[in-house]
C-alpha cells in the first residue's frame, strides 16, 4: 500500500474494533433512580419461589400440629375481639355475626402487617447475607409477602369455613359482585405493606429510631382502620381521617363484598388504591438507593 | 492476546470511620445540601490513606485509592496484602455487595463469589433444602443446581445426611456440603476468599484440587486472597500486591509473591545490641538475616539460601572461644545448631543455611558465645525470627500440613 495515510487510519479502525469489548456488567458509584433492577429480580425468580418454601417449611418444622399452627392466631383472636369488643363493649358489627366480622378484619390486617414489620426489618435482618453475596435485594422482601400470603392464604381458607358455616345457619351474610375486587385488594394489601416496609427498612439503616416506631406503630394503626369496628360506626366528624388510612378503603370493601354488610364507598376505596400504589413506588425507589451502599451502615 | 474479563478503572472506597449516631443526620443533610448545589461531598476531601496503624484526623477513610488493573479471561489472579490492604474491600465490590465511591468496575461473564461459605444456609432445612437454597442464592437456577445435584452430594461427601436438618451437621461436614456448592456454580469468573482455612488437610487438598482443575481445565477466571503463599503459588499465575489501599505491583504471582515477603517486616528478624548492657569479653554486637542480594528480611523462600550475619564485639580474644548457634522452630525445639571458632582479627561472620532444607514454618534463633564447658559470654534466647514459605517443593500439595522440620536427605529404592 502505497499512501501511508489510508494505511494509518486502517490500523486505527481495527485497532479501535479490538478494545470495543462488550461488558456485561459494569459496576459503577450511582445509578439512576429509575433503574429498579426489575430484570434482574426476574432472573433470580428460583430464589423467590426456595425463600417461599423456607419460610412455610422451617415454620412448622419440628412440631406436631405443622401447618395447624397458622389457625390458631386467627381463632384466638376472632375469640377474645367477639367477647370484648362485641359482649361487652357493645360495637356495632352492621348487623353481620360478630365471629365473622372479626375473622375477616383480623385475618386481612394481620396479612398487611405481617408483611409491612417483617419487610421493615429486612435489611438488619438479613446483613450477614447481604454482606457476603450479592443477589437482587428486592427478592428478600418481596419473598416475605408471599410467605406471608400463604399464611394468608391458610387463614382465609379458615374464613370461608366460618362464612360458610354462618350462610348455612341463614344469618345475616350476603356475598355480591363487590368479592370480584377481591385479588385486587389482596395486591393493594401487599404492595402497600411492602412499601412502608421498605420506606422504613431504607431509613433504619443508618437511624434506628424508626424501628421502636414500628413495633407499637402497626397496634396502634390497626385501631385506626376498621378492622373491629365499621367505618359507618365512627364518628361522622372522624370518619374522613379514617379514611386517610389507605387501609380502611381496603378492609371495608373486603368485608363488604364477601359480608354484604355496610356499603362501598367508591372515593375511599379510589384513594387507597392510588395512595397504595404511589408508597409502593416510593417504597421501591428509597430502597434501591440505599441497598447498594447499605452493608457499610447497618 | 486473551480478552480482558474484569476491567478496573479508578476504583476508591472510603468509608466513614466512627460511630453513626446523633450527629450524623445534620452531617446527612449538609452533604445532601451541597450535592444539590453541584458542589463536592465536603466529607469526602479529607481522605487519608488506610494506615491503620497511624492515628488520622478526619472520619473518612480510604480503604481503596485509584484502583487500576486488568484481568484476562482464564487468569487466576491471588490477591495478597497484609491486614487492611483493601483486599476484602475489592472483593466486597467486585462482587456487588456494596458499590464503589469513584471509579467503575467492567465485568465479561457472571460473577460468583464465595467470600464465605454457606451464606444463606438454614439450619432447620435439610442439606438437600439448603442445596437448592444456597445455589440459588448463588445465581443458579432450578435447573442448573438438580443437573449438578448428584455431583455436588458425591463431592462433600454427605450422601448419608443429605435428608437431615444441617443444625445437626457436624461443622465439618457443614462446610464440606457449602464449598460443594460453590465449586459447582456455573460462570465465567470465580472470586474466594479466605475460605479454605475450615475444614481438614484432606479436604482442603481437595478444594485447592478442585480451584486448580476450574482455572485451568475449564478457563475460568479465578481471583483468589489467601494469606497462605503457599496455596497462593499453587493456585495464582498472576499476582496483585496491596498495601494501604493502593495497588503496589500488579505482575506475575512469583515477583509479587517475592515483593510481599520483602516487605513483610511484621517479625523481628535483626538484633541490635542495647546501648546500656553489662561488658563483657565476646559480646554480639549485631545479627541480621539477609536473603542473596544481602537485603536484611523475615521471610525466607523455601528455594533461597538464609544467610545469618553476626558481628561480634571482641573485647579480648580468649583462646578455644567459639559461636554456638542453634535453630529453634515455632514451638521452640531445636532443628539444628553449629558452631564456629573465633579467629583473632575477624568480627563478621556469616552462617548460610542452603537452600530446600528447611520446611516452611516460623523459627528464631539461640545464640550465645563461650568456652565449651567453662564459660558462657553472650547468651541470646529466641531472638532473631523468621520464616520460610514453601514455594514449591513437593510437600506444596499438602497445603498446611507439617510434614517435618527440615527437607530429609533420602533415596528410594
Redesign the interface.
Known amino acids: 500500500m502505497g499512501d501511508p495515510t489510508t494505511n494509518d487510519s486502517y490500523n486505527d479502525s481495527t485497532e479501535n474494533e479490538v478494545h470495543i469489548?462488550?461488558?456485561?456488567?459494569?459496576?459503577?458509584?450511582q445509578s439512576s433512580v429509575f433503574d429498579l433492577h426489575l430484570k434482574d429480580v426476574w432472573a433470580?425468580r428460583?430464589?423467590l419461589w426456595?425463600?417461599v418454601?423456607?419460610d412455610f417449611?422451617?415454620f412448622y418444622?419440628?412440631t406436631i400440629f405443622g401447618p395447624l399452627w397458622f389457625f390458631i392466631q386467627p381463632i384466638f383472636t376472632t375469640l377474645i375481639f367477639t367477647f370484648i369488643f362485641s359482649n361487652l363493649a357493645k360495637i356495632s358489627t352492621n348487623s353481620a355475626p360478630a365471629p365473622l366480622f372479626y375473622m375477616a378484619g383480623t385475618v386481612a390486617w394481620n396479612y398487611f402487617a405481617d408483611s409491612l414489620t417483617k419487610t421493615s426489618t429486612v435489611f438488619k435482618d438479613n446483613a450477614?447475607?447481604?454482606?457476603?453475596?450479592?443477589?437482587p435485594r428486592l427478592i428478600m422482601p418481596v419473598s416475605i409477602v408471599f410467605s406471608n400470603l400463604v399464611k394468608f392464604g391458610v387463614q382465609f381458607i379458615l374464613f370461608i369455613i366460618l362464612m360458610v358455616y354462618y350462610l348455612f345457619l341463614g344469618n345475616k351474610v350476603e356475598p355480591n359482585l363487590y368479592i370480584l375486587l377481591f385479588p385486587v385488594i389482596i395486591i393493594l394489601m401487599a404492595i402497600l405493606g411492602l412499601g412502608i416496609g421498605l420506606i422504613i427498612t431504607a431509613a433504619t439503616t443508618?437511624?434506628r429510631d424508626l424501628a421502636f416506631v414500628v413495633t407499637f406503630g402497626i397496634q396502634l394503626l390497626m385501631y385506626a382502620t376498621p378492622v373491629i369496628y365499621p367505618l359507618s360506626a365512627a364518628p361522622v366528624k372522624y370518619r374522613t381521617i379514617i379514611a386517610l388510612n389507605p387501609m380502611s378503603g381496603l378492609i371495608e370493601t373486603f368485608r363488604y363484598g364477601f359480608l354484604g354488610t355496610g356499603k362501598f364507598y367508591f372515593g375511599v376505596f379510589i384513594y387507597s388504591v392510588v395512595a397504595s400504589i404511589l408508597i409502593f413506588l416510593i417504597g421501591l425507589i428509597v430502597f434501591n438507593k440505599v441497598e447498594?451502599?447499605f452493608?457499610?451502615?447497618v | 492476546m486473551s480478552?480482558?474479563a474484569i476491567?478496573v478503572e479508578n476504583l476508591s472506597k472510603a468509608?466513614?470511620l466512627g460511630d453513626?449516631g446523633t450527629g450524623?443526620?445534620t452531617t446527612?443533610i449538609e452533604r445532601w445540601w451541597a450535592l444539590m448545589r453541584g458542589k463536592e461531598d465536603p466529607f469526602l476531601k479529607i481522605g487519608e490513606t488506610n494506615d491503620r496503624t497511624a492515628k488520622g484526623t478526619s472520619d473518612i477513610v480510604w480503604s481503596l485509592k485509584d484502583i487500576n488493573f486488568d484481568i484476562n479471561e482464564g487468569d487466576s489472579v491471588g490477591i495478597i496484602g497484609r491486614n487492611g490492604a483493601g483486599k476484602s474491600t475489592l472483593l466486597?465490590?467486585?462482587?456487588?455487595?456494596?458499590?464503589?465511591?469513584?471509579?467503575?468496575?467492567?465485568?465479561?461473564?457472571?460473577?460468583a463469589?464465595l467470600?464465605?461459605v454457606g451464606?444463606?444456609f438454614?439450619p432447620?432445612?435439610t442439606g438437600a433444602?439448603n442445596i437448592?437454597?444456597n445455589g440459588?442464592?448463588?445465581?443458579?437456577?432450578?435447573r442448573e443446581i438438580k443437573k449438578k445435584f448428584d455431583e455436588i452430594v458425591d463431592f462433600a461427601g454427605v450422601e448419608r445426611y443429605i435428608g437431615t436438618?444441617v443444625k445437626r451437621y457436624s461443622s465439618g461436614m457443614y462446610v464440606r456440603l457449602a464449598f460443594a456448592v460453590a465449586a459447582y456454580l456455573d460462570s465465567e469468573i470465580l472470586i474466594v476468599d479466605e475460605v479454605l482455612a475450615v475444614g481438614d488437610a484432606d479436604f482442603q487438598k481437595k478444594c485447592l484440587g478442585k480451584m486448580g482443575e476450574v482455572s485451568k481445565g475449564e478457563g475460568r477466571t479465578i481471583l483468589f486472597v489467601s494469606h497462605n503463599m503457599g496455596s497462593i503459588i499453587q493456585l495464582c499465575n498472576k499476582g496483585i500486591l496491596l498495601n494501604n489501599g493502593t495497588i503496589s505491583l500488579s505482575s506475575d504471582i512469583f515477583s509479587v509473591v517475592n515483593k510481599y515477603l520483602a516487605s513483610n517486616q511484621s517479625l523481628n528478624s535483626s538484633y541490635i545490641k542495647p546501648i546500656k548492657s553489662d561488658e563483657c569479653l565476646i559480646e554480639i554486637n549485631e545479627i541480621q538475616l539477609r536473603n542473596l542480594n544481602k537485603e536484611s528480611i523475615s521471610s525466607f523462600k523455601y528455594s533461597e539460601p538464609i544467610l545469618i550475619d553476626i558481628n561480634l564485639g571482641v573485647n579480648q580474644l580468649v583462646t578455644n572461644s567459639s559461636i554456638f548457634l542453634t535453630i529453634l522452630d515455632g514451638q521452640k525445639n531445636r532443628v539444628f545448631s553449629a558452631e564456629k571458632n573465633i579467629i583473632e582479627g575477624q568480627s563478621n561472620y556469616i552462617l548460610t543455611i542452603e537452600e530446600k532444607f528447611l520446611t516452611s514454618g516460623r523459627y528464631s534463633l539461640q545464640i550465645f558465645t563461650h568456652v565449651p564447658a567453662v564459660k558462657r559470654y553472650y547468651e541470646l534466647e529466641d531472638v532473631c525470627h523468621f520464616e520460610v514459605i514453601d514455594d514449591g517443593s513437593i510437600f506444596i500439595k499438602y497445603g498446611e500440613y507439617k510434614h517435618g522440620s527440615v527437607f530429609g536427605r533420602y533415596t528410594w529404592d
Not at chain 1, 469489548?21 to 458509584?29: N, T, V
Not at chain 1, 450477614?128 to 443477589?135: A, N, Q
Not at chain 2, 440459588?136 to 432450578?142: N, R, Y
Open positions: 469489548q462488550k461488558w456485561d456488567l459494569e459496576i459503577k458509584p433470580y428460583d430464589l426456595l425463600l418454601r423456607r417449611v422451617s418444622k419440628q450477614p447475607i447481604f454482606g457476603k453475596v450479592y443477589f443508618k437511624y447498594k451502599n452493608v457499610d451502615t | 480478552d480482558i476491567k468509608y466513614q453513626f450524623s443526620l446527612d466486597k465490590l467486585l462482587s456487588r455487595v456494596t458499590s464503589p465511591t469513584t471509579g467503575n468496575i467492567k465485568v465479561k461473564g457472571r460473577i463469589s467470600l464465605e451464606t444463606g438454614h432447620e432445612l433444602e437448592f437454597l440459588a442464592i448463588m445465581g443458579m437456577s432450578k436438618p
